[in-house]
């Protein structure tokens, strides 16, 4: 069974830094794009960012862009974000999600990590 | 970017009725889309691909159709369990965008 578990979310002041792990099991991670995508509180669900199976494509949200870095470790199973100069408008739970094979839509996430960004 | 437009936002129906989303594309996106269902505090779940292809485990009371601007994600016989929130998605071209969501009530 797939199984993605979110984790290095918390409270971070404007400007600061953070890093969230998804660590995957349950299939062949090296075989899957991963994404994260982020939900505000009470809204929508946004795409942030795309990581190819062996990182030979990557691509961010205008929103985050030079902001965040996605980054994996295939031989660790885990995807990674991490977030810099963060901003209030960041605060948001991350899910990632595994690619489904033969498209950019999202057959399993995790259950989200949450990130507040005040002061 | 491409906008998706679900309407309605909110839509109340009762235990058995036939239940119609629907979603537009600002440009045709031909059939590059998904539809989720999420509930309250969980992750959205991948109930159809590719406009109609149904994601393994779904039930069969979920069906989406349409091609280009216009698709719709129909439950054929509403039952409680599928009082959420649903979302379409394309992945025609970045950036990959969701619609806003149509919430499902209970009458």
């Known amino acids: 069974e797939v199984h993605l578990v979110e984790s290095g979310g918390g409270l971070v002041k404007p400007g600061g830094s953070l890093r969230l792990s998804c660590a995957a099991s349950g299939f062949t991670f090296s075989d899957y794009s991963m994404t994260w995508v982020r939900q505000s509180p009470g809204q929508g669900l946004e795409w942030v960012s795309s990581i190819g199976s062996s990182g030979g494509y990557i691509y961010y949200a205008d929103s985050v862009k030079g902001r965040f870095t996605i980054s994996r470790d295939n031989a660790k199973s885990s995807l990674y974000l991490q977030m810099n100069s963060l901003r209030a408008e960041d605060t948001a739970v991350y899910y990632c999600?595994?690619?489904?094979?033969?498209?950019?839509?999202?057959?399993?996430w995790g259950q989200g990590t949450l990130v507040t960004v005040s002061s | 970017d491409i906008q998706m437009t679900q309407s309605p936002s909110t839509l109340s129906a009762s235990v058995g009725d036939r239940v119609t989303i629907t979603c537009r594309a600002s440009?045709?996106?031909?059939?590059?889309l998904a539809w989720y269902q999420q509930k309250p505090g969980k992750a959205p779940k991948l109930l159809i691909y590719?406009?109609?292809s149904l994601e393994s485990g779904v039930p069969p009371r979920f069906s989406g159709s349409g091609s280009g601007t216009e698709f719709t994600l129909t439950i054929s016989s509403l039952q409680p369990d599928d009082f959420a929130t649903y979302y379409c998605?394309?992945?025609?071209?970045?950036?990959?965008?969701f619609g806003q969501g149509t919430k499902v009530e209970i009458k």
């Open positions: 440009q045709s996106i031909s059939s590059w």
């Open positions: 999600a595994r690619t489904r094979s033969g498209g950019d839509c999202y057959s399993h």
């Open positions: 590719k406009a109609s």
């Open positions: 998605q394309h992945y025609n071209s970045l950036p990959w965008t």
